[in-house]
């Protein structure tokens, strides 16, 4: 087994063992050619020399790889060395694990955005036939600029192929199936996501009370009742209960109102410096809050200030309604006519209506020429065209030198001038 493992990071530089989490052996370290940092997950268990588990494998390896989404770490390489299976993903720089975030205030907006972005990536996964099967603020990073990766992507299906069963003690983010040793499926991540955006919520884990999940509003008087009810029926104990997928519940989700909680935004002070308005940080750098975790939004333009209205100036109140326009200064309504229906004429109207002008019919038969060829309308005969004798007009033409004269005139020239 070591001789296998040494193989796969030997093509790998600084390679440095991170420990062993997660049913894997962890690995740091950087492409050799490109030097990208990169994590290195060996998975404990050989596929051994069955065929039919090395193709399903392969089919899961390729579906892996095929993950291409701005929330999903991006995966390098899915292979295996002598039925070693491994995974290679470039590793989330400038960001910090959800987890290291659990304990502080969230906004719920904000851990609604948190959770959208995650369920999003677990959609796009579902759709490629993937799910997690482990999800946990672990394995889920933050950016400073609020994105959201998820990673770990395909290990559980992964360690369920070979058949490795994960010994730890029990998650309050992992479902009770696959805790109870079930196989991933897509109710398994419902649950995750719910308990996740339960502690961001709440501050803590699901809290159960002889058996039933207590509403995170009970921690947290800004949850609205809608979200109460979403959050508790994807932590329902019975996978048939939930959200069958992460797709409709987002689209519960989506449809909670947070139109009356208050979004906090930057106060700006007088001496033009942005403060937050939930934690008072100063300037706070990106679109959330480092300190509290709230949103971020910079102030838009201001609009113009409305000029005082004088006690005289009159107050025009326009009323639109369909066929006028009334326009009134104070109780004094004065009625301006936009347009007037056009009335139809009816039977008895009708009759008071001149007839129309009658058209003027045209044969067409007479406009063509007949079979025989001869046309129907006399054309008159084209006058004859005169006769001109241009040997009397035209001038003489010049008589055209012959080439002996000009080779007598030449030599007569030569005579004359040796002559003299």
């Given amino acids: 087994m070591r001789e296998w493992i040494r193989q796969i990071v030997e093509e790998y530089r600084s390679v440095k063992l991170e420990g062993q989490e997660g049913g894997f052996v962890l690995f740091s370290g950087q492409e050799?050619?490109?030097?990208?940092?990169?994590?290195?997950?060996?998975?404990?268990?050989?596929?051994?020399?069955?065929?039919?588990?090395?193709?399903?494998?392969?089919?899961?390896?390729?579906?892996?790889?095929?993950?291409?989404?701005?929330?999903?770490?991006?995966?390098r390489l899915v292979g295996e060395k002598a039925g070693l299976p491994y995974v290679v993903s470039r590793a989330v720089e400038k960001a910090q694990p959800l987890a290291a975030k659990m304990d502080q205030p969230w906004a719920v907006d904000l851990a609604a955005d948190v959770v959208m972005q995650v369920g999003q990536a677990l959609e796009y996964a579902a759709n490629?036939?993937?799910?997690?099967?482990?999800?946990?603020?672990?394995?889920?990073?933050?950016?400073?600029?609020?994105?959201?990766?998820?990673?770990?992507?395909g290990l559980a299906q992964l360690l369920d192929l070979v058949g490795v069963r994960i010994k730890?003690?029990?998650?309050?983010?992992?479902?009770?199936?696959?805790?109870?040793?079930?196989?991933?499926?897509?109710?398994?991540?419902?649950?995750?996501l719910g308990a996740i955006l339960y502690s961001l919520l709440a501050k803590r884990p699901p809290e159960v009370v002889h058996g039933q999940v207590l509403p995170p509003s009970r921690f947290n008087p800004e949850v609205p009742?809608?979200?109460?009810?979403?959050?508790?029926?994807?932590?329902?104990?019975?996978?048939?209960?939930?959200?069958?997928?992460?797709?409709?519940?987002?689209?519960?989700?989506?449809?909670v109102s947070l139109a009356s909680l208050a979004q906090p935004q930057p106060a700006k002070a007088a001496t033009g410096e942005l403060r937050c308005r939930r934690c008072g940080a100063l300037n706070p750098p990106g679109r959330f809050c480092r300190k509290c975790?709230?949103?971020?939004?910079?102030?838009?333009?201001?609009?113009?200030?409305?000029?005082?209205?004088?006690?005289?100036?009159?107050?025009?109140?326009?009323?639109?309604?369909?066929?006028?326009?009334?326009?009134?200064?104070?109780?004094?309504?004065?009625?301006?006519?936009?347009?007037?229906?056009?009335?139809?004429?009816?039977?008895?109207?009708?009759?008071?209506?001149?007839?129309?002008?009658?058209?003027?019919?045209?044969?067409?038969?007479?406009?063509?020429?007949?079979?025989?060829?001869?046309?129907?309308?006399?054309?008159?005969?084209?006058?004859?065209?005169?006769?001109v004798d241009w040997a009397t007009i035209a001038p003489a033409m010049p008589e055209i030198p012959v080439i002996q004269d000009l080779f007598d005139d030449i030599g007569k020239e030569e005579d004359s001038t040796t002559t003299a």
Avoid: C
């Fill in 225 to 255: 009742a809608e979200m109460d009810r979403v959050v508790l029926k994807a932590l329902d104990p019975n996978p048939a209960d939930r959200y069958p997928t992460v797709k409709l519940l987002l689209a519960a989700l989506g449809a």
């Fill in 128 to 153: 490629k036939g993937l799910v997690h099967g482990s999800l946990s603020p672990q394995n889920i990073a933050v950016q400073a600029d609020g994105k959201v990766l998820v990673t770990d992507f």
């Fill in 293 to 387: 975790g709230a949103r971020l939004q910079q102030p838009g333009p201001s609009a113009p200030a409305t000029p005082p209205r004088s006690k005289d100036e009159p107050i025009l109140i326009t009323k639109i309604e369909v066929g006028h326009l009334e326009i009134g200064k104070g109780i004094e309504i004065h009625e301006t006519t936009i347009a007037r229906p056009m009335p139809v004429a009816t039977e008895d109207l009708a009759a008071q209506f001149p007839e129309p002008l009658e058209m003027p019919r045209l044969e067409g038969l007479g406009l063509w020429p007949t079979a025989d060829g001869q046309p129907l309308v006399a054309m008159p005969e084209p006058p004859p065209m005169p006769t």
């Fill in 168 to 192: 730890e003690s029990v998650s309050p983010f992992l479902a009770p199936e696959r805790t109870a040793g079930k196989l991933a499926a897509a109710p398994a991540d419902v649950y995750s």
């Fill in 32 to 75: 050799a050619d490109t030097r990208v940092p990169v994590w290195i997950k060996i998975l404990p268990q050989a596929l051994g020399r069955d065929a039919q588990l090395a193709a399903r494998f392969k089919a899961l390896a390729q579906a892996i790889r095929q993950l291409n989404h701005p929330n999903i770490a991006p995966i």
